[in-house]
Nanobody
Framework: QVQLVESGGGLVQAGGSLRLSCAAS????????MGWFRQAPGKEREFVAA????????NYADSVKGRFTISRDNAKNTVYLQMNSLKPEDTAVYYC????????????????????WGQGTQVTVSS
């Protein structure tokens, strides 16, 4: 069992930055990969970024490459999403998710690969 709690969302102007955090509890944090997804109104949930359990390997959606950075601090049981150069199309509810299958270098991009989800945090980017 894993519990995930996101924080750090809010309202920001286009071009601004936000850092999302996701605190995990339950199973040992360093034994599973983490991902960030987002869902805008009327749209399906989409992949944003993922990071392997050790933190050494990452994966990004093309739409956020070069602007977003995923990282993790296994000592603090927390994964982060640093979002820079935000655009109005980044507006969505952002969710963190945990993939509990033990695959040291894997960082999946499919929602079905993830076993636990946080409640989400709203990010709104104004133009």
């Amino acid at each position: 069992q894993v519990q995930l709690v996101e924080s750090g969302g809010g309202l920001v102007q286009a071009g601004g930055s936000l850092r999302l955090s996701c605190a995990a509890s339950g199973r040992t944090f360093s034994t599973y990969a983490m991902g960030w997804f987002r869902q805008a109104p009327g749209k399906e949930r989409e992949f944003v970024a993922a990071i392997a359990m050790s933190g050494g390997r990452t994966n990004y959606a093309d739409s956020v490459k070069g602007r977003f950075t995923i990282s993790r601090d296994n000592a603090k049981n927390t994964v982060y999403l640093q979002m820079n150069s935000l655009k109005p199309e980044d507006t969505a509810v952002y969710y963190c998710a945990a993939d509990l299958e033990f695959r040291p270098y894997y960082r999946g991009s499919q929602a079905r690969e993830y076993d636990y989800w946080g409640q989400g945090t709203q990010v709104t980017v104004s133009s």
